[in-house]
């Protein structure tokens, strides 16, 4: 650095020195290390490439921390910035600058970077570099402004005033519609109507029931130079007025469990070059509102609760008539959310006993109105009081285990859950919900028998989905634990890559296992031309998994996936027709049978 007088080195563990030479050695003026308590700095020590721009700042990539810049402040002090908010790009193994001021980055990719904007552009192998993986150091600038970068797969040399930028902007369209996951035809009939008599690419109001709340729309942008370099961004407006940008190669915007209204959905996209589209496609969607929270149920709410109220008035207090009245009362106060004088009635009509077959529903109705208004643990201490009383009141133990699972007292709510099942082994309900709580404790076989039991009694209940994703989750998790165990501690180099389609800006690749194709109608504006340097293929490498919640290992799994598997059939004492191992057969005896 000829402005300061100074050299710069960098270190792969030191961070940056910076030195300066005399007749017969290097004195460290400062070293620049990484600070974890520092707002600005170094944000790791292993320092790579260094390039000194025009402006007298030095550019510093490093392994792990992404790009840095280093500037002199007004009062002469050196300052260095962290560039990673700019750059997404943590692995800087090569750095270069162009003529006009370009930094050319080279990681995962090739970047463009223009300080002056803090902007980039990513080039990949879809634009016909070598591979997407470069060598550490390997970069040069030639005399002519040629620029070379070397990579795992060769050599990619070009000039960077060739390389042109697509200015064109895409046009998004809408490709579909599935609501419930079923796919909507245009002009056919949807659940008893014709949901969308026009063209998606046609303005139209589409409107969604409330049992259809679960939707979700496909689009695609108009562009084909590099299509699947195309990034997407939408938002529902009445809903998120956030732009959600969906991750590569998505393009779809799914909606579920909307509040009744309307919603304007836009969906927009760039060329890949950072050209969006000046202006989104937008569809129109209506949500209505179920039919219990519509004014005529409202109406039908209040008209309940005044008959309650005149037959509460009208029936002595010591006939059975009177305790049912305060019941039903109880009931219609908790649905209008008046949870203060739903527990009234309920305790008074405790403490009448006019009637004790009521009394199981009104310990039930008390706990559950205590609970939504907030005491949850007065909710409990009522619950134990009914089910002192009335062990058996399945209604009682359900609703406890439910209160016990929102305070994530899993074990408690499993236990009380196999109570009931004990009682009634059919409760598919008490399945689900059992298997939930275990799965929160990482006891995966009995979370395994609880989705398995509910889809036996109730295949196509309403959380049928819920129930085959908690399977799906759980053999996942079992996946990771097999591979953990088999893998862990292996390391591996990532393979060879290879030439892709050429698009508006071109790597052209030429080499070992490597071949350019353009694409349909699409042009090459600069050509980058490639050697290849290795026809060496690494093993992919094997990263270490995971593990469940409490860190232990699934028991009897192979046992649990045999009944999975098999698609038991079951008798009418719901018990399993196969032989399995003893301890698995307690544990469904346990949940499923009386």
Known sequence: ????????????????????????????????????????????????????????????GTIGGGLHQLSTDAQGRDVVR????????????????????????????????????????????????????????????????????????????????????????????????????????????????????????????????????DFSVEFVALNYTNPQKNHYAYRL?????????????????????????????EVKADNGEGVWSPRPATMQFEVLAPWYKTWWAYLLYASAMLGAIALYRQIPKEDSNYIYGLYEQALSLHMDSQFVASIQRCEEGLRLKADRSREPDLYTQLAISIDNNGDKQRALRVFDSGLAKYPGHLPLMINKAITLSQLKQWDAAISVYQRALLINPYHASAHLRLAQCAVQKGRLVEAYLGFVSYLMINPSGP???????????????????????????????????????????????????????????ATANASFASVNTSSNSAASPNGQSGTWNNGSQPDNFKEVQEIVLSKIALNANYKPLVKLNDVVCRQLQVICEK
């Open 82 to 213: 962290p560039y990673g908010r700019y750059l997404p790009e943590s692995d800087v193994e090569s750095l270069l600058a162009d003529e006009a001021g370009h930094l050319w980055v080279g990681g995962t990719g090739l970047y463009r970077f223009t300080p002056a904007s803090r902007r980039y552009l990513r080039y990949d192998v879809a634009d016909g570099l070598q591979s997407n993986a470069f060598k550490i150091g390997a970069a040069a600038r030639g005399a002519d402004g040629t620029l070379y970068f070397g990579g795992i797969n060769g050599i990619n040399y070009f000039q960077p005033w060739a390389i042109q930028a697509n200015p064109s902007p895409p046009v998004v369209q809408f490709t579909g519609l599935r609501v419930v996951n079923q796919p909507v035809a245009v002009g056919r009939p949807f659940n008893g109507r014709v949901l969308l008599p026009q063209p998606l690419s046609r303005p139209q109001t589409v409107t969604i029931r409330a049992a259809e709340n």
């Open 237 to 265: 407006l009445g809903y998120n007025e956030g732009w959600v940008r969906p991750g590569p190669g998505q393009r779809t915007a799914s909606f579920a469990n909307l509040p009744p209204g309307r919603y304007t959905l």
């Open 463 to 521: 959380h049928h989905k819920t129930a085959i994703n908690g399977l799906s989750q759980i053999a996942n998790v079992s996946e990771d634990v097999t591979r953990y165990i088999v893998s862990s501690g292996t390391n591996g180099e990532p393979g060879n890559g290879t030439g892709s389609a050429a698009g508006n800006s071109t790597f052209n690749s030429a080499g070992n296992g490597t071949g350019s194709e353009a694409a349909n109608g």
């Open 1 to 60: 650095d000829a402005g300061r007088d100074v050299l710069w080195a960098s270190t792969r563990d030191a961070g940056l020195l910076k030195l300066q030479p005399t007749a017969d050695s290097l004195r460290l003026l400062r070293q620049f290390a990484y600070d974890a308590h520092a707002a600005a700095g170094l944000r790791v020590n292993y320092v790579w490439p260094l390039l000194l721009g025009k402006g007298g700042d030095l550019w510093i």
